[in-house]
Structure formats: structure tokens, C-alpha cells
């Protein structure tokens, strides 16, 4: 894995991390492109070699792992692994979701914890970086052995979290249903009613919005990307990928824009509609997807559409492409075949979607690209936002935090495009994401002392 990482500090870091880690490629790839990008601002602040800022920000303040015994309705007794990786604390507590997944393991949740870091610093919230979750998988399970799991996954993880500590929310895996039950697990173990978990339901302290928030905040980047250069999504095409929450929110906030959405995917292949995904057949994709069925009910109940088993949708013709799934679904060749169907915007609704190799290729060919640590922001800034609620105990209407989601992911897109034309390259959302996230949390880091 290359990486062009200039300065002396950024490249000792690098190669220690890179030998200490050789086994985790994904954490290594996350923290690789950051180093890489962040040289020209580290080599103006000496501050940060003096106090091992880098050497601690590519370690995680605590890692948490722990054994998840649950009983199926059989009565047969599973073990699963868990985890919670608390990665910085530096500007606020730790937040970031949970991950229900047989590919949850320390690599993954360490990248995504490290990408969480930077992520919750744009977001401009007082909110630190973490990540967890576990290996158990939820698909095929009974309601009653989902939450006997969660019952137990939280019984352990309850004592490592807290209102003013750790905040998870969902992430793959874990939806509301998961999250009720792993809160009401915690207020029975602890005899305290906090805001302890976000994506809770409305009835106890949740917020609206926030089920909508990454598609949303996705959309609402991508426009001002497009605005930067004088554009608008009215009359583009979109290519997006999955179907779950974050590809269907991104698709209702396209229609309302005026864009044309032509492909939804999973795992078992993509759908493409030439005629578009309007809002009726948007609702349907909803209702199936609520019953775990696959992408290719669409096309039984709108047979013009075309089903594509076992394929992504990167060879669809279009001017911009939304990768909503999960990481490591752009490889190079797919960023060729995008290049050549001349699409002109790519934004990251997953984590981390893009493989490096493809970023490097897209920013060469002049392909507009969004980082998810910036363009699917969204969700966690609605996610800070809940925790406010829950301070405050109160709640705010749907426009109030449609409004502020709308505001802080265009402040979001400012500080990356004016940090990127003061550091790097104009335009560079990559790097311009990286540094503006990079330079807050150091800061606070050096302010705070080797700790």
C-alpha cells in the first residue's frame, strides 16, 4: 500500500504504524490516506512531533472486547465477540455506532473508528471518535434471539458508556429496533434515564430526522459541490448503491431536487430503471426492504426495470454516482468504467466505500470526489444533535433539525473546499476534509497535555 506522504514526522509515524499493524488493511488504508494528506499542515505546526500527537492519534485511547453469551430459541447456548473501540476524546466523548456483522472484528472497527475522529471534528460538535459492535449476525435471527442478544451484548458494554463518556448509535446491523432494546437494557442495569445511546425512537428521547440524516446530509453536500462550480442536481442521473437506510434517504432527497435515480443494489446484484426511481416506487423499495426481501422485487413489481445478479452498478451510465453500501465497493476498475461513462461526482454515503487506488484515480481524471468522513456526516451531526435534546430535555420540530442538518453539512463543505485551496489543491475535498478535521483535534491534543 503506497502513499505519498512527504513529511519526515507524518512518514516515521507511517512506517511504524504500517509494521506494528500489517495485518489490518482496511485501518491501515484510513490512516495511510490521512497521513498522506495531512504533511503540508503537520510540517507548519512543530508542536505536534513535540507531544506525539500522531503517534497517539493512530492509537486508540482504550480498546474494549468482550464475550457476548446468548441463547437461541432451540435453547442452544452461541458466544459471539464484542467489541468498543474508544478511539480519541479530545474535542468531547466518545461517539459512533454500533456494528452488528460476521466482518466485525479490530481491523475494521479501528478504521472506522480512526475515520470517526475526524468525521465528528467537521461536524463541529463536541463529540470524540469511537466505534463497535460485533461478529453476530442478525440476518435469519428470531426477534426474541435479536434481543436476547442485545440484552447481553449490553449488559457488558453498559459499563464502559455514558452519557458524558461514550455514545454509541447504530450503524449496519443495529436499526431502532436494536438500539431500544440495548437502551432499555442499560436504564434496567443502571436505574438512570440518560442519553446514553442515539437513534432511539421518538416516544424516549429520540430525534427527528435522524433516520433520514446521512441520505440526506449525502444529498445536501453533493449540491454544494455541484453549487461550488456553478451547477445543480436539477436534470442529473445518479447512480446509488444499497437499499437500506442511508441509499433510500439519499434517492427521496435526489427526487426532491430533481434529480433522476437510476440503480438501487444490495448483495445479491443492482436494479436499474431507466425510467428513474420516483417516490411511489421509492415507498415500495421501502416496504420490501422493511421484510428482508431482496433487491429483485422491484423488478417483479415493475418488470421494465432490468435486474444484474452478482453486479455492482459502477458500468450505469451517469453523472453522478452516490456508493451507499458498504466499504470497499469502488475498486480501480469500477473508477474506470465511471470515468469512461463520464460521471462527474462521486460522494460516499458508506464508509469508506472508495478503495485508494480509485480515489487517486478519479482526483487525476478531474472527477469531483466526497470523502464520507465529510459528506456522510450527516448522521452523526443529527446524532450530536439528539444528545443536545436529551440534555436539554426537550425536542425540536422536523424543519428545526432539517434546518441545522442542511447548515452544518454546507459548513462542512465550506471548511473542506477553502481548507483544501489554503493547504493543498483546490477542490481537494480529500485533504480538505482530512486537515480542517485534523487541525481541531490536534490542537485540543496539545492543549490538553500527554495524556
Known sequence: MEFK???????????????????????LQAVGLVLETISPVVAKMPELEKYAVLERLVEPERVIMFRVPWTDDKGKPHVNRGFRVQFNSAIGP??????????????????????QILKNSLTTLPMGGGKGGSDFDPHGKSDAEVMRFCQSFMTELQRHIGADTDVPAGDKGVGGREVAWMF???????????GVLTGKGLEFGGSLVRPEATGYGLIYFADCMLKQVG??????????????????????KLIQLGAK??????????????????????????????KKEKIDAYVKKYPKAKFYKGQKPWGVKADL??????????????AKKMVEN?????????NMPTRAEAIEFFQKKGVKFAPGKASNAGGVAVSGLEMSQNSERLSWSFEE?????????????????????KYATEGDYVAGANIAGFVKVAKAMVAQGLV
Open 401 to 421: 433539525v432539517d434546518a441545522k442538518l442542511k447548515e452544518i453539512m454546507t459548513n462542512i463543505h465550506d471548511n473542506a473546499w477553502n481548507t483544501a485551496k
Open 321 to 334: 454516482a452516490f456508493p451507499c453500501a458498504t466499504q470497499d465497493e469502488i475498486y480501480l476498475e469500477d
Open 184 to 194: 432499555g437494557q442499560y436504564k434496567r442495569l443502571r436505574n438512570e434515564y440518560t
Open 94 to 115: 466518545y461517539k459512533g455506532g454500533l456494528r452488528f456483522s460476521p466482518e466485525v472484528g479490530l481491523d475494521v472497527l479501528k478504521f472506522l473508528g480512526f475515520e
Open 261 to 290: 435515480v437510476l440503480t438501487l443494489s444490495d448483495s445479491s446484484g443492482y436494479i436499474y430503471d431507466e425510467e428513474g426511481i420516483d417516490q411511489k416506487k421509492l415507498e415500495y423499495v421501502k416496504k420490501f426492504r422493511a
Open 5 to 27: 506522504i512527504t513529511n519526515d514526522y507524518c512518514k516515521r509515524v507511517w512506517q511504524d504504524v504500517s509494521a506494528r499493524y500489517a495485518d489490518q488493511g482496511h485501518f
Open 231 to 252: 451547477d445543480t442536481l436539477e436534470g442529473k442521473t445518479a447512480i446509488v448503491s444499497g437499499d437500506g437506510n442511508v441509499a433510500q434517504f439519499a434517492t427521496e
Open 342 to 350: 463520464k460521471v462527474k461526482l462521486v460522494a460516499e454515503g458508506a
